[in-house]
């Protein structure tokens, strides 16, 4: 991805992140522009999660943002699935269930 996009992938442990416990138990990150995967957490979805976090993200506060990742609002178990992430703005909880429900798809 570095040589053809310029986004560095970096592997990592758990025990690599220090002072971080939310991190410390991620399955990746993206920090600085560049994605973090720790591999004591990581399932085989994380590395494209990570990668349409920024391609999302390169479109956010547009108006195809918000009709994107407003959808997650029509499942039916929306309201308990963001409950798991705790005080973040309604974009962001969206964005974050899109990005899980279609890197799932893209992985199978």
């Known amino acids: 991805m ?3 996009y310029g986004i560095k ?14 991190v410390n138990l991620a399955k990746g990150f993206i920090q600085n ?6 591999l004591d957490n990581a399932t085989i979805d ?3 999660h990570e990668l349409l976090h920024l391609l ?14 407003s ?8 309201e308990q699935r963001i ?9 962001d909880l969206e964005e974050e269930l899109f990005v899980e429900e279609l890197a799932k798809y893209l992985t199978g």
């Open 46 to 48: 994380s590395p494209i």
């Open 9 to 22: 992938i970096n592997y990592i442990h758990s025990e690599d992140v220090v002072g971080n416990a939310d």
């Open 56 to 69: 999302i993200g390169s479109f956010s506060n547009t108006e195809t943002f918000y009709q994107l990742v």
């Open 83 to 91: 409950a798991k992430y705790g005080n973040r703005t309604l974009s």
């Open 33 to 38: 522009g560049e994605i973090y995967i720790n």
């Open 71 to 78: 959808q997650v609002e029509q499942f039916e178990d929306f």
């Open 2 to 4: 570095r040589d053809c």
